[in-house]
């Protein structure tokens, strides 16, 4: 069965020529022309990708965001005519996977697209069962205790929520502790190889990663900077 894309943008001038580049593409796709008709049309058709545009009448873009966050790991990417960090890192905070502003190239958009499916069928997919389900798997250092399995942060220990993609960079980090790892390998590690898009989305992710395990975010300790290479735990 085709992939389903959920496309919410009030604008039928931009909602129906990307819904037929979609459906032409192969993807099934359902519209919606507002926050409100969005989040209904999710619990019904629980669909595999959302595009989702930010400025929406009535329930804005990062309350709808918001509002499929609590009940799914759907892959969402934002549509938003503004590039102003603040917007990125709001909508990223709110559980986003990714962003790309307008206008966009058709190109851009549809290996945005694929990319964030191929991330979303591949998290969805079950995990093997461990050899010895009692061995729990925890890193635990520098006052950073991350249960894989369980899914939990413990920061000096306070339990701390944290979203999927914070979450998997920061246990690629504390893995190779003491190591550098570059852009590129972070971004490959967590979005994929396949990954389109600029480097800007990966500096918003450990930009809060800190807020949350920094004692002074604006003078990390944790998680160092790199220049010109990347980051480095510990």
């Known amino acids: 069965m085709a992939q389903h894309i959920l496309l919410v943008e009030d604008e039928e001038s931009i909602s129906r020529p990307l819904a037929y580049l979609l459906e032409r593409e192969g993807y ?6 507002d926050g ?25 873009g990062t309350e709808v965001c ?9 892959p969402i990417i934002m549509l938003t005519a ?3 960090e603040i917007d990125i890192v ?11 502003t307008k206008p966009y190239s058709t190109r851009e958009l549809l290996a945005r697209v694929r990319s964030a499916l191929r991330r979303g069928a591949a998290s969805a997919a079950p995990e ?6 009692a061995d729990t798997l925890v890193l635990d250092e520098l006052g950073i205790k991350l249960d894989v399995e369980r899914h939990t942060v413990l920061v000096r220990g306070d339990e701390t929520a944290m979203p ?15 190591r550098v790892l570059t852009r590129g390998q972070l971004i490959d590690r967590v979005w994929g190889s396949n990954y389109y898009g600029d480097t800007k989305t990966l500096d ?27 980051y480095r735990f510990g």
């Open 66 to 74: 918001r509002g499929i966050r609590q009940k799914s790991q759907v």
């Open 164 to 178: 999927l993609r914070e979450f998997e960079l920061l246990e690629i980090l504390m893995r190779h502790s003491g």
């Open 204 to 230: 918003v992710h450990i930009k809060r990663i800190r807020a949350r395990i920094e004692e002074a975010p604006s003078e990390p300790r944790l998680i160092s900077t790199v220049r010109g290479v990347g």
């Open 82 to 84: 503004k590039d102003s």
């Open 128 to 133: 093997p069962e461990p050899e010895d389900p």
């Open 28 to 33: 099934r796709v359902t519209v919606a022309g």
């Open 90 to 100: 709001v909508g990223l905070e709110l559980g986003a996977d990714d962003y790309i």
């Open 36 to 60: 409100a008709s969005a989040l209904t049309l999710f619990g019904e058709h629980n669909p595999d990708l959302v595009l989702l545009d930010l400025m929406l009448p009535n329930v804005p």
